[in-house]
């Protein structure tokens, strides 16, 4: 829906109007200008397997963050889902490698597991009224430890030593080996994708979402169950957490240590890139999906023109403050 | 020590589109009180903001003592020792400090110098001190987060006269208090008074203004009409002056056919905030709730409506009770609020017309699998903007950009969309201009027509006249009195609004 043009266009009189204009498409020229750059700088850049490789790379991150576009539309923030990616991938590959169980009661597992912390996260939230950071704050820390605990401390893989000392004697399913893999993991990212902008532009349950975010007052004065709403935008931030962290958990076939953690921030910068795209000026799944297009860009190109990984948080993180600026200026 | 005059002249000021103040005068003097009074938008609130520096941009002069002084902003009024308790305690309290840190809070920003460090005992003392001077019982070290609501006017009440003060406003100050509440406030005002303060008084309740001050100005739009000692003045006369000359409202003729009883309730209770409030409304009747600003008329719409939480008592429809724990609940047993704080509650600001007339029965607009229908949902909305007369460039314009009135007008027709049985509706002409004032009374109207009823909740009096069957009267949430309209008239409803009998 676009809608706020109309407001800028009284504010600014007619005619051109660079800021608006730069609101709305700045995110979308950053990426060519991006792209240009890097395809200038090396040839390898636009080949189609690098291309492919920069949407494999942004997959988890673009499905955990059309989870936090959920709870974001609501006005809740979700800082759990990093933790909640790593719990459900190492209760997956647990699954498989250490009980032998079958592919869909694995991921049957990982799923249930994610609910149960979305259902806390609601529930204090909405019955404790504990605000949203905060409580997705301390739950967080909560399921990082959960996940350490449960895997007590170390890395899950296959044939791995168990602590009687012999050899865990599960596999991996292949079919649940394939998720992680190109073509499934790319698409995976695009039916997750989908799946919310339809869910969010076409459905009563959207629109009431977004009612709730914009006025949570006037929405509840207009019969809106505001509290049911904001329970099932948490439970629905945990399960995208917890597919991403199976897609994870597939790709690298273990369960590392704390491995969903680093794609918290990196989520959270992508919806609230997502904002500006296109001028929504409100969280989309759409704007997310670009939002992490712009973050897989740089991350590859700053790679491929040999930038030490540890100063890629340095650019994310400046990417993100400009995104916010763009956001919060226009609010104004 | 000697009195010492203050004088207000010839004060005017304009905000975009009002004339708030036109060239009013003011006269009060130390070791006195004095009432300001005037009906809801009088300029009584503005005019004492101007004088504690609220605002800079007014016209006119004040003197003390006939020396001209300038006052253009807080620090110049309280440096003449002017000080004010606003209404709203809990915007001028930090709830997480001290009793008596907030007391010494002035003291401790201004006066502080280059000290670094804060003196406690200091502060303690002469926060013990200010306390014991105007013999109230609050432990200094007691966190203001703690305090009842009177008590937390009396903490503000020290922190006003912990520095030099001559005069001291109070902006109703016993609209949240109980009547034992409002008698430890008067005993303070007494007290200061005998010790040369000059205390401003504005109320809306007649009786208190009688009770404890000695001379009374009336105020009405935006002007000076009268000043009179107390006892040379009667609580009719003052009321005569308060209404003036009666605005010729167009009110629309009402042919509805009352039926039957829709809504009862029975001893509706809310926390404190409303006492027992049994009514009763018919099918195609308009039912006014009059009383002034906090009497709980908004308290009572919204216990109603299932906002509040901790309502008791019984609600009937049609003789069959029903609970409305939650507005989700209220919306499926028939009811519609309009609620009093638009911009708040009322309209989704950030959303577009579409948005929100469909808000509040979004179920009537759904293809299979709850997948919204644009198309239905935008015709509906272009219907209604025609047949309520919404100015707007078009069905997707945001609402934040339309006028006050043409808001309104979309908060109502929400409920116009989703037909309910019962329409509340809370201060509804508030900040709406004249044009779309007569609309929405003409909308009411219609709805009694067609066999709804209807609750108007109002503290425009010359509204409840015009536009109700029956009336209520609410004072400090309950309802004091039952008339029908063809018995009473503004005049009796100020009366009874105002505590008297």
Same mark, same amino acid.
């Given at each position: *829906?676009?809608?706020?043009?109309?407001?800028?266009?009284?504010?600014?009189?007619?005619? /051109?109007?660079?800021?608006?204009?730069?609101?709305?498409?700045?995110?979308?020229?950053?990426?060519?200008?991006?792209?240009?750059?890097?395809?200038? *700088?090396?040839?390898?850049?636009?080949?189609?397997?690098?291309?492919?490789?920069?949407?494999?790379?942004?997959?988890?991150?673009?499905?955990?963050?059309?989870?936090?576009?959920?709870?974001?539309?609501?006005?809740?923030?979700?800082?759990?889902?990093?933790?909640?990616?790593?719990?459900?991938?190492?209760?997956?590959?647990?699954?498989?490698?250490?009980?032998?169980? +079958?592919?869909?009661?694995?991921?049957?597992?990982?799923?249930?597991?994610?609910?149960?912390?979305?259902?806390?996260?609601?529930?204090?939230?909405?019955?404790?009224?504990?605000?949203?950071?905060?409580?997705?704050?301390?739950?967080? /820390?909560?399921?990082?430890?959960?996940?350490?605990?449960?895997?007590?401390?170390?890395?899950?893989?296959?044939?791995?030593?168990?602590?009687?000392?012999?050899?865990?004697?599960?596999?991996?399913?292949? /079919?649940?080996?394939?998720?992680?893999?190109? +073509?499934?993991?790319?698409?995976?990212?695009?039916?997750?994708?989908?799946?919310?902008?339809?869910?969010?532009?076409?459905?009563?349950?959207?629109? !009431?979402? !977004?009612?709730?975010?914009?006025?949570?007052?006037?929405?509840?004065?207009?019969?809106?169950?505001?509290?049911? !709403?904001?329970?099932?935008?948490?439970?629905?931030?945990?399960? /995208?957490?917890?597919?991403?962290?199976?897609?994870?958990?597939?790709?690298?076939?273990?369960?590392?240590?704390?491995?969903?953690?680093?794609?918290?921030?990196?989520?959270?910068?992508?919806?609230?890139?997502?904002?500006?795209?296109?001028?929504?000026?409100? +969280?989309?799944?759409?704007?997310?999906?670009?939002?992490?297009?712009?973050?897989?860009?740089?991350?590859?190109?700053?790679?491929? *023109?040999?930038?030490?990984?540890?100063? *890629?948080?340095?650019?994310?993180?400046?990417?993100?403050?400009?995104?916010?600026?763009?956001?919060?200026?226009?609010?104004? | 020590?000697?009195?010492?005059?203050?004088?207000?002249?010839?004060?005017?000021?304009?905000?975009?589109?009002?004339?708030?103040?036109?060239?009013?005068?003011?006269?009060?003097?130390?070791?006195?009180?004095?009432?300001?009074?005037?009906?809801?938008?009088?300029?009584?609130?503005?005019?004492?903001?101007?004088?504690?520096?609220?605002?800079?941009?007014?016209?006119?002069? %004040?003197?003390?003592?006939?020396?001209?002084?300038?006052?253009?902003?807080?620090?110049?009024?309280?440096?003449?020792?002017?000080?004010?308790?606003?209404?709203?305690?809990?915007?001028?309290?930090?709830?997480?400090?001290?009793?008596? #840190?907030?007391?010494?809070?002035?003291?401790?920003?201004?006066?502080? &110098?280059?000290?670094?460090?804060?003196?406690?005992?200091?502060?303690?003392?002469?926060?013990?001190?200010?306390?014991?001077?105007?013999?109230?019982?609050?432990?200094?070290?007691?966190?203001?987060?703690?305090?009842?609501?009177?008590?937390?006017?009396?903490?503000?009440?020290?922190?006003? %006269?912990?520095?030099?003060?001559?005069?001291?406003?109070?902006?109703?100050?016993?609209?949240?208090?109980?009547?034992?509440?409002?008698?430890?406030?008067?005993?303070?005002?007494?007290?200061?008074?005998?010790?040369?303060?000059?205390?401003?008084?504005?109320?809306?309740?007649?009786?208190?203004?009688?009770?404890?001050?000695?001379?009374?100005?009336?105020?009405?739009?935006?002007?000076?009409?009268?000043?009179?000692?107390?006892?040379?003045?009667?609580?009719?006369?003052?009321?005569?002056?308060?209404?003036?000359?009666?605005?010729?409202?167009?009110? $629309?003729?009402?042919?509805?056919?009352?039926?039957?009883?829709?809504?009862?309730?029975?001893?509706?209770?809310?926390?404190?905030?409303?006492?027992?409030?049994?009514?009763?409304?018919? =099918?195609?009747?308009?039912?006014?709730?009059? &009383?002034?600003?906090?009497?709980?008329?908004?308290?009572?719409?919204?216990?109603?409506?299932?906002?509040?939480?901790?309502?008791?008592?019984?609600?009937?429809?049609?003789?069959?009770?029903?609970?409305?724990?939650? $507005?989700?609940?209220?919306?499926?047993?028939?009811?519609?609020?309009?609620?009093?704080?638009?911009?708040?509650?009322?309209?989704?600001?950030?959303?577009?017309?579409?948005?929100?007339?469909?808000?509040?029965?979004?179920?009537?607009?759904?293809?299979?699998?709850?997948?919204?229908?644009?198309?239905?949902?935008?015709?509906?909305?272009?219907?209604?903007?025609?047949?309520?007369?919404?100015? =707007?460039?078009? #069905?997707?314009?945001?609402?934040?950009?339309?006028?006050?009135?043409?808001?309104?007008?979309?908060?109502?027709?929400?409920?116009?969309?989703?037909?309910?049985?019962?329409?509340?509706?809370?201060? $509804?002409?508030?900040?709406?201009?004249?044009?779309?004032?007569?609309?929405?009374?003409?909308?009411?109207?219609?709805?009694?027509?067609?066999?709804?009823?209807?609750?108007?909740?109002?503290?425009?009096?010359?509204?409840?006249?015009?536009?109700?069957?029956?009336?209520?009267?609410?004072?400090?949430?309950?309802?004091?009195?039952?008339?029908?309209?063809?018995?009473?008239?503004?005049?009796?409803?100020?009366?009874?609004?105002?505590?008297?009998?």
């Amino acid at each position: *829906m676009s809608t706020s043009n109309t407001d800028t266009a009284k504010k600014h009189g007619t005619g /051109f109007d660079f800021f608006d204009f730069m609101y709305k498409y700045g995110t979308l020229i950053l990426i060519v200008l991006l792209v240009i750059f890097f395809a200038v *700088m090396n040839q390898n850049f636009l080949q189609t397997s690098n291309l492919i490789n920069i949407l494999r790379s942004i997959s988890i991150v673009t499905i955990i963050g059309v989870g936090i576009t959920l709870s974001l539309s609501v006005d809740g923030f979700d800082l759990s889902v990093g933790s909640v990616a790593s719990l459900a991938n190492a209760v997956v590959i647990s699954m498989f490698v250490w009980y032998q169980q +079958p592919t869909f009661i694995a991921i049957g597992a990982g799923l249930m597991a994610a609910l149960a912390v979305g259902a806390l996260n609601a529930f204090m939230i909405v019955k404790v009224r504990i605000p949203d950071l905060l409580m997705t704050l301390a739950t967080m /820390f909560i399921i990082q430890g959960v996940a350490l605990t449960y895997t007590r401390g170390a890395t899950i893989s296959e044939n791995m030593i168990m602590s009687d000392g012999t050899y865990a004697e599960g596999q991996i399913s292949p /079919f649940f080996e394939k998720l992680g893999q190109i +073509p499934w993991i790319i698409i995976i990212m695009f039916v997750a994708v989908i799946v919310v902008h339809i869910f969010l532009t076409y459905t009563k349950h959207g629109r !009431y979402m !977004y009612v709730i975010g914009g006025n949570k007052e006037a929405a509840r004065l207009s019969g809106i169950p505001v509290n049911k !709403y904001k329970v099932l935008a948490y439970l629905l931030s945990a399960i /995208f957490a917890a597919i991403g962290g199976m897609v994870l958990a597939s790709r690298v076939m273990t369960a590392e240590i704390n491995a969903g953690g680093p794609y918290l921030m990196d989520a959270v910068a992508a919806a609230f890139i997502g904002f500006a795209v296109l001028g929504a000026g409100k +969280p989309n799944a759409i704007g997310t999906f670009v939002g992490a297009v712009l973050i897989g860009i740089l991350a590859n190109g700053l790679v491929m *023109m040999s930038v030490p990984y540890y100063a *890629m948080d340095i650019v994310k993180g400046t990417v993100l403050a400009l995104a916010l600026a763009l956001t919060y200026y226009k609010l104004k | 020590m000697g009195k010492t005059v203050l004088e207000m002249r010839e004060i005017s000021i304009e905000f975009p589109g009002v004339k708030a103040l036109d060239q009013v005068d003011f006269t009060t003097e130390t070791g006195s009180s004095h009432a300001l009074i005037g009906a809801n938008g009088a300029g009584k609130s503005t005019l004492m903001k101007v004088l504690c520096g609220a605002y800079n941009h007014y016209t006119g002069e %004040i003197l003390i003592d006939g020396q001209k002084v300038n006052i253009r902003s807080p620090k110049d009024a309280q440096e003449l020792g002017i000080q004010i308790v606003y209404q709203e305690v809990d915007t001028a309290l930090i709830p997480y400090l001290s009793v008596a #840190e907030n007391i010494m809070l002035n003291e401790t920003v201004s006066d502080l &110098g280059k000290k670094q460090f804060v003196n406690w005992n200091h502060i303690y003392d002469e926060a013990e001190k200010v306390l014991k001077s105007i013999n109230v019982h609050v432990p200094p070290k007691k966190l203001v987060s703690e305090l009842t609501l009177s008590e937390k006017q009396m903490v503000l009440i020290a922190r006003a %006269i912990s520095r030099d003060c001559k005069y001291l406003i109070l902006d109703e100050p016993t609209a949240p208090l109980s009547i034992h509440e409002t008698e430890e406030l008067f005993r303070i005002v007494r007290d200061l008074r005998s010790r040369n303060v000059g205390i401003i008084f504005i109320s809306h309740r007649l009786t208190e203004l009688f009770e404890i001050c000695d001379e009374i100005t009336v105020m009405r739009n935006g002007q000076f009409v009268s000043k009179e000692n107390i006892p040379d003045t009667t609580i009719n006369s003052v009321i005569e002056q308060m209404l003036g000359q009666k605005l010729d409202e167009q009110f $629309p003729p009402n042919t509805s056919q009352i039926g039957e009883v829709l809504l009862e309730t029975h001893k509706l209770n809310d926390n404190g905030k409303i006492d027992e409030v049994s009514m009763k409304v018919h =099918t195609g009747e308009i039912v006014g709730i009059a &009383g002034l600003v906090g009497a709980g008329k908004t308290e009572f719409c919204k216990a109603l409506f299932g906002v509040s939480p901790k309502v008791t008592g019984d609600i009937t429809i049609k003789g069959k009770k029903v609970r409305n724990r939650t $507005p989700h609940a209220a919306v499926k047993n028939g009811f519609a609020l309009v609620p009093e704080e638009r911009r708040k509650e009322g309209v989704l600001v950030h959303e577009t017309v579409v948005t929100n007339f469909s808000a509040a029965s979004l179920n009537n607009f759904l293809k299979v699998f709850s997948f919204l229908d644009f198309r239905k949902e935008s015709d509906k909305a272009k219907e209604m903007i025609k047949s309520l007369g919404v100015k =707007t460039p078009s #069905e997707q314009t945001i609402v934040e950009n339309l006028s006050g009135g043409n808001q309104q007008k979309i908060a109502i027709g929400k409920w116009l969309v989703a037909d309910a049985d019962v329409y509340i509706f809370d201060e $509804p002409t508030k900040g709406v201009d004249v044009g779309a004032k007569k609309d929405i009374f003409t909308l009411i109207t219609a709805l009694a027509e067609r066999g709804k009823s209807v609750i108007y909740a109002s503290s425009e009096l010359s509204e409840i006249m015009g536009i109700s069957d029956r009336i209520y009267v609410m004072y400090d949430g309950r309802i004091v009195k039952e008339v029908m309209k063809k018995n009473t008239d503004e005049e009796k409803l100020l009366l009874y609004s105002t505590g008297g009998n």
